[in-house]
Protein backbone atom coordinates (compact mmCIF):
# COMPACT_ATOMS: atom_id res chain seq x y z
CA UNK A 1 0.00 0.00 0.00
CA UNK A 2 1.35 3.59 -1.05
CA UNK A 3 1.85 5.32 2.09
CA UNK A 4 -0.23 8.15 3.27
CA UNK A 5 0.82 11.74 2.24
CA UNK A 6 0.84 14.52 5.20
CA UNK A 7 1.08 17.86 5.21
CA UNK A 8 1.92 19.17 8.66
CA UNK A 9 0.29 22.47 8.70
CA UNK A 10 1.93 24.81 11.68
CA UNK A 11 5.96 23.50 12.17
CA UNK A 12 6.82 25.05 15.49
CA UNK A 13 7.22 23.24 18.93
CA UNK A 14 5.39 20.24 18.78
CA UNK A 15 5.00 19.39 15.01
CA UNK A 16 9.13 19.14 15.35
CA UNK A 17 9.30 17.67 18.89
CA UNK A 18 6.94 15.01 17.63
CA UNK A 19 4.96 14.73 14.69
CA UNK A 20 8.20 14.69 12.27
CA UNK A 21 9.99 11.92 13.94
CA UNK A 22 6.39 10.02 14.65
CA UNK A 23 5.58 10.28 10.71
CA UNK A 24 9.19 9.70 9.38
CA UNK A 25 9.40 6.59 12.02
CA UNK A 26 6.38 4.63 10.20
CA UNK A 27 6.61 3.41 6.23
CA UNK A 28 2.73 4.36 6.56
CA UNK A 29 2.79 7.73 6.27
CA UNK A 30 5.45 9.90 3.94
CA UNK A 31 5.85 13.66 5.25
CA UNK A 32 5.07 15.46 1.71
CA UNK A 33 5.08 19.10 2.56
CA UNK A 34 4.71 21.43 6.06
CA UNK A 35 3.32 24.61 5.95
CA UNK A 36 3.39 28.16 8.10
CA UNK A 37 3.53 31.22 7.52
CA UNK A 38 7.19 32.65 8.84
CA UNK A 39 8.98 29.05 9.35
CA UNK A 40 11.63 27.96 6.69
CA UNK A 41 10.14 24.61 7.00
CA UNK A 42 12.51 21.14 6.78
CA UNK A 43 15.69 20.64 4.42
CA UNK A 44 14.07 18.38 1.56
CA UNK A 45 10.51 19.00 2.50
CA UNK A 46 8.57 20.84 0.36
CA UNK A 47 7.32 23.98 2.50
CA UNK A 48 4.68 26.61 1.84
CA UNK A 49 3.22 29.40 3.97
CA UNK A 50 -0.43 28.75 3.93
CA UNK A 51 -2.88 25.95 3.08
CA UNK A 52 -4.15 28.05 0.67
CA UNK A 53 -0.80 27.41 -1.15
CA UNK A 54 -0.66 24.33 -0.40
CA UNK A 55 -3.90 23.43 -1.87
CA UNK A 56 -3.63 25.63 -4.98
CA UNK A 57 0.29 24.65 -5.67
CA UNK A 58 2.07 21.98 -3.33
CA UNK A 59 2.21 18.29 -3.56
CA UNK A 60 -0.58 16.51 -3.67
CA UNK A 61 -1.60 15.10 0.10
CA UNK A 62 -3.80 12.81 1.95
CA UNK A 63 -4.11 13.90 4.94
CA UNK A 64 -2.97 17.64 6.92
CA UNK A 65 -1.89 17.30 10.67
CA UNK A 66 -3.27 20.56 12.07
CA UNK A 67 -0.43 21.52 14.74
CA UNK A 68 -1.16 25.32 15.04
CA UNK A 69 -2.10 27.79 17.60
CA UNK A 70 -6.11 26.87 18.31
CA UNK A 71 -7.66 30.16 17.56
CA UNK A 72 -6.71 29.16 13.75
CA UNK A 73 -7.60 25.73 13.62
CA UNK A 74 -11.35 25.46 12.71
CA UNK A 75 -10.66 27.42 9.38
CA UNK A 76 -7.99 25.37 8.56
CA UNK A 77 -9.95 21.68 9.02
CA UNK A 78 -12.94 23.10 7.43
CA UNK A 79 -10.70 24.21 3.99
CA UNK A 80 -9.26 20.69 4.14
CA UNK A 81 -11.94 18.83 4.64
CA UNK A 82 -13.69 20.69 1.81
CA UNK A 83 -11.19 18.98 -0.77
CA UNK A 84 -11.57 15.69 0.76
CA UNK A 85 -8.56 15.57 2.95
CA UNK A 86 -8.03 14.11 6.40
CA UNK A 87 -7.29 16.30 9.05
CA UNK A 88 -5.31 15.41 12.35
CA UNK A 89 -6.70 18.22 14.92
CA UNK A 90 -3.78 18.42 17.55
CA UNK A 91 -5.37 19.19 21.13
CA UNK A 92 -7.49 21.19 21.79
CA UNK A 93 -9.54 20.14 18.57
CA UNK A 94 -11.47 23.56 18.80
CA UNK A 95 -11.41 26.63 20.59
CA UNK A 96 -15.02 25.47 21.22
CA UNK A 97 -17.19 22.34 21.13
CA UNK A 98 -19.48 23.93 18.50
CA UNK A 99 -16.54 24.07 15.99
CA UNK A 100 -15.69 20.33 16.39
CA UNK A 101 -19.55 19.20 15.92
CA UNK A 102 -19.25 21.44 12.69
CA UNK A 103 -16.48 19.74 11.70
CA UNK A 104 -17.34 16.53 12.49
CA UNK A 105 -20.99 17.14 10.36
CA UNK A 106 -18.47 18.30 7.72
CA UNK A 107 -16.23 15.22 7.84
CA UNK A 108 -19.29 12.99 7.84
CA UNK A 109 -20.77 14.33 4.29
CA UNK A 110 -17.24 13.62 2.52
CA UNK A 111 -16.55 10.63 4.05
CA UNK A 112 -13.23 11.42 5.83
CA UNK A 113 -11.39 11.03 8.81
CA UNK A 114 -11.37 13.69 11.71
CA UNK A 115 -8.89 12.59 13.99
CA UNK A 116 -9.17 14.84 17.60
CA UNK A 117 -5.72 13.96 19.10
CA UNK A 118 -5.41 13.66 22.77
CA UNK A 119 -2.08 12.63 22.75
CA UNK A 120 -2.00 12.12 27.07
CA UNK A 121 -4.43 9.32 26.19
CA UNK A 122 -2.07 7.66 24.38
CA UNK A 123 0.51 7.69 27.81
CA UNK A 124 1.94 4.15 28.69
CA UNK A 125 -0.21 4.12 32.36
CA UNK A 126 -3.69 5.66 30.68
CA UNK A 127 -5.00 2.26 29.53
CA UNK A 128 -4.33 -0.08 32.66
CA UNK A 129 -4.87 2.68 34.95
CA UNK A 130 -8.80 2.60 33.33
CA UNK A 131 -9.05 -0.99 32.97
CA UNK A 132 -7.72 -1.45 36.90
CA UNK A 133 -10.43 1.50 37.61
CA UNK A 134 -13.65 -0.17 36.08
CA UNK A 135 -13.88 -2.33 38.62
CA UNK A 136 -13.45 -0.03 41.73
CA UNK A 137 -15.09 2.55 43.48
CA UNK A 138 -14.47 6.23 43.22
CA UNK A 139 -13.64 7.95 46.50
CA UNK A 140 -11.70 11.33 45.82
CA UNK A 141 -9.66 12.67 43.15
CA UNK A 142 -6.73 14.96 43.24
CA UNK A 143 -5.51 16.16 39.87
CA UNK A 144 -1.74 17.81 40.40
CA UNK A 145 -0.59 20.04 37.00
CA UNK A 146 1.93 22.48 38.09
CA UNK A 147 4.61 23.17 35.52
CA UNK A 148 6.60 26.76 34.60
CA UNK A 149 5.58 28.30 31.38
CA UNK A 150 8.61 30.36 30.79
CA UNK A 151 10.11 26.44 30.49
CA UNK A 152 7.53 25.26 28.17
CA UNK A 153 5.59 28.25 26.19
CA UNK A 154 8.50 30.47 25.51
CA UNK A 155 7.43 32.92 23.61
CA UNK A 156 4.45 31.80 23.13
CA UNK A 157 2.18 34.91 22.64
CA UNK A 158 -1.01 32.96 21.60
CA UNK A 159 -1.30 30.91 24.24
CA UNK A 160 -1.93 34.18 26.46
CA UNK A 161 -4.33 35.69 23.87
CA UNK A 162 -8.03 34.95 23.72
CA UNK A 163 -8.96 31.57 22.64
CA UNK A 164 -5.43 30.43 23.90
CA UNK A 165 -6.78 28.88 27.02
CA UNK A 166 -3.78 29.80 28.89
CA UNK A 167 -3.02 27.01 31.67
CA UNK A 168 -5.56 25.01 30.44
CA UNK A 169 -3.43 23.95 27.33
CA UNK A 170 -1.51 21.76 29.27
CA UNK A 171 -4.75 21.04 31.40
CA UNK A 172 -6.59 19.22 28.93
CA UNK A 173 -3.79 16.91 28.99
CA UNK A 174 -4.97 15.93 32.43
CA UNK A 175 -8.71 16.49 31.54
CA UNK A 176 -8.26 14.02 28.53
CA UNK A 177 -6.55 11.38 30.93
CA UNK A 178 -9.30 11.81 33.53
CA UNK A 179 -12.36 11.53 31.69
CA UNK A 180 -11.03 8.31 30.01
CA UNK A 181 -10.04 6.52 33.13
CA UNK A 182 -12.54 7.73 35.54
CA UNK A 183 -15.98 5.04 34.91
CA UNK A 184 -18.33 7.60 35.97
CA UNK A 185 -19.03 11.23 34.06
CA UNK A 186 -17.99 14.27 36.22
CA UNK A 187 -19.01 17.87 35.99
CA UNK A 188 -17.36 21.07 37.20
CA UNK A 189 -18.89 22.40 40.49
CA UNK A 190 -16.46 25.59 41.29
CA UNK A 191 -13.62 27.23 39.91
CA UNK A 192 -11.21 30.23 40.50
CA UNK A 193 -9.12 31.43 37.87
CA UNK A 194 -6.17 33.84 38.36
CA UNK A 195 -5.50 36.20 35.30
CA UNK A 196 -2.31 38.49 35.36
CA UNK A 197 -3.85 42.08 34.32
CA UNK A 198 -2.04 42.19 30.94
CA UNK A 199 -2.80 38.51 29.86
CA UNK A 200 -6.27 37.43 28.40
CA UNK A 201 -5.96 33.27 29.56
CA UNK A 202 -5.21 31.92 33.23
CA UNK A 203 -2.44 31.64 34.61
CA UNK A 204 -3.95 29.50 37.20
CA UNK A 205 -6.64 27.88 38.08
CA UNK A 206 -8.34 25.59 41.33
CA UNK A 207 -10.86 23.38 40.17
CA UNK A 208 -13.75 21.37 42.24
CA UNK A 209 -16.06 18.71 40.03
CA UNK A 210 -17.98 16.12 41.40
CA UNK A 211 -18.83 13.04 39.53
CA UNK A 212 -22.22 10.84 39.26
CA UNK A 213 -21.62 8.51 42.33
CA UNK A 214 -20.88 11.73 44.57
CA UNK A 215 -16.68 11.23 44.40
CA UNK A 216 -15.32 14.60 44.80
CA UNK A 217 -12.54 16.09 41.95
CA UNK A 218 -9.79 18.70 42.67
CA UNK A 219 -7.32 20.09 39.86
CA UNK A 220 -4.85 22.15 40.77
CA UNK A 221 -3.70 23.66 38.09
CA UNK A 222 -0.67 26.49 38.35
CA UNK A 223 1.82 27.61 35.30
CA UNK A 224 4.30 29.55 38.18
CA UNK A 225 6.03 26.18 39.18
CA UNK A 226 9.64 26.38 39.36
CA UNK A 227 11.31 23.45 40.50
CA UNK A 228 10.18 20.04 40.32
CA UNK A 229 7.23 19.94 38.07
CA UNK A 230 4.39 17.86 38.78
CA UNK A 231 1.84 16.16 36.33
CA UNK A 232 0.03 13.70 38.92
CA UNK A 233 -3.15 11.96 39.29
CA UNK A 234 -4.04 10.66 42.59
CA UNK A 235 -7.17 8.93 42.57
CA UNK A 236 -8.27 6.81 46.04
CA UNK A 237 -10.75 4.23 45.74
CA UNK A 238 -12.44 1.14 48.16
CA UNK A 239 -9.34 -0.93 46.96
CA UNK A 240 -6.55 1.22 47.68
CA UNK A 241 -4.88 4.39 45.62
CA UNK A 242 -3.85 4.70 41.99
CA UNK A 243 -1.47 7.30 41.01
CA UNK A 244 -0.84 8.29 37.37
CA UNK A 245 2.94 10.49 37.56
CA UNK A 246 4.45 12.34 34.49
CA UNK A 247 1.67 13.19 32.52
CA UNK A 248 0.38 9.37 32.80
CA UNK A 249 3.50 7.32 31.88
CA UNK A 250 4.24 5.84 35.26
CA UNK A 251 1.42 4.01 36.71
CA UNK A 252 1.51 2.74 40.46
CA UNK A 253 -1.55 0.56 41.78
CA UNK A 254 -1.20 -0.87 45.06
CA UNK A 255 0.71 -3.83 43.64
CA UNK A 256 3.72 -1.76 42.49
CA UNK A 257 4.83 0.73 39.23
CA UNK A 258 5.05 0.48 36.26
CA UNK A 259 7.25 2.77 34.22
CA UNK A 260 5.96 3.15 30.41
CA UNK A 261 8.02 4.49 27.31
CA UNK A 262 7.47 7.65 25.43
CA UNK A 263 4.57 6.20 23.44
CA UNK A 264 2.05 8.96 22.98
CA UNK A 265 2.71 10.66 19.25
CA UNK A 266 4.08 6.90 17.99
CA UNK A 267 0.89 5.38 19.29
CA UNK A 268 -1.33 7.80 16.95
CA UNK A 269 0.06 6.31 13.50
CA UNK A 270 -1.19 2.88 14.40
CA UNK A 271 -4.25 4.94 13.74
CA UNK A 272 -4.62 5.75 10.71
CA UNK A 273 -7.58 7.06 7.97
CA UNK A 274 -9.84 4.45 6.88
P1 LIG B 1 4.11 26.85 18.38
O1 LIG B 1 5.49 26.36 18.69
O2 LIG B 1 3.78 28.27 18.64
O3 LIG B 1 3.83 26.51 16.85
C1 LIG B 1 2.67 26.92 16.19
C2 LIG B 1 2.94 26.91 14.70
O4 LIG B 1 1.74 27.23 14.01
C3 LIG B 1 3.98 27.93 14.26
O5 LIG B 1 4.92 27.26 13.44
C4 LIG B 1 3.19 28.94 13.42
O6 LIG B 1 3.89 29.38 12.29
C5 LIG B 1 2.05 28.07 12.93
N1 LIG B 1 0.88 28.80 12.47
C6 LIG B 1 0.20 29.79 13.10
N2 LIG B 1 -0.86 30.17 12.37
C7 LIG B 1 -0.85 29.40 11.25
C8 LIG B 1 -1.67 29.32 10.09
N3 LIG B 1 -2.76 30.09 9.94
N4 LIG B 1 -1.35 28.42 9.13
C9 LIG B 1 -0.27 27.63 9.26
N5 LIG B 1 0.54 27.66 10.33
C10 LIG B 1 0.26 28.54 11.31
O7 LIG B 1 3.02 25.98 19.18
P2 LIG B 1 3.11 24.46 19.65
O8 LIG B 1 3.66 24.37 21.02
O9 LIG B 1 3.71 23.61 18.60
O10 LIG B 1 1.55 24.16 19.82
C11 LIG B 1 0.69 24.04 18.70
C12 LIG B 1 -0.55 23.25 19.13
O11 LIG B 1 -0.12 21.95 19.53
C13 LIG B 1 -1.29 23.86 20.32
O12 LIG B 1 -2.68 23.68 20.18
C14 LIG B 1 -0.80 23.05 21.51
O13 LIG B 1 -1.77 22.94 22.52
C15 LIG B 1 -0.59 21.69 20.85
N6 LIG B 1 0.39 20.88 21.56
C16 LIG B 1 1.58 21.40 21.98
C17 LIG B 1 2.45 20.62 22.73
C18 LIG B 1 3.79 21.13 23.19
O14 LIG B 1 4.45 20.42 23.97
N7 LIG B 1 4.25 22.29 22.74
C19 LIG B 1 2.11 19.30 23.04
C20 LIG B 1 0.94 18.78 22.52
C21 LIG B 1 0.07 19.58 21.79
P3 LIG B 1 4.98 30.57 12.22
O15 LIG B 1 5.96 30.31 13.32
O16 LIG B 1 5.55 30.39 10.87
O17 LIG B 1 4.19 31.82 12.41
Known amino acids: MDPIRIAIIGIGKIARDQHVPAIRGNNAFSLAATVSPHD ?4 GVPHLASLDALLAEG ?23 AKGIHVFLEKPPGATLAEVEALKAQADKVDATLFAAWHSRFAAGVAPARAWLSERRIEKVSIIWREDVRVWHPGQAWIWQPGGLGVFDP ?55 TGPQSWDIIIETDAGTLKLAHGGA ?6 GTEHGEDVEYPGFTAVSPH
Open 40 to 43: GGLT
Open 59 to 81: PAVDAVALCTPPQVRYDLAAQAL
Open 171 to 225: GINALSIVTHILPRPFFLKEATLVLPENRAAPIAADLHFRDTGGALIHMDLDWRQ
Open 250 to 255: VLTLPS
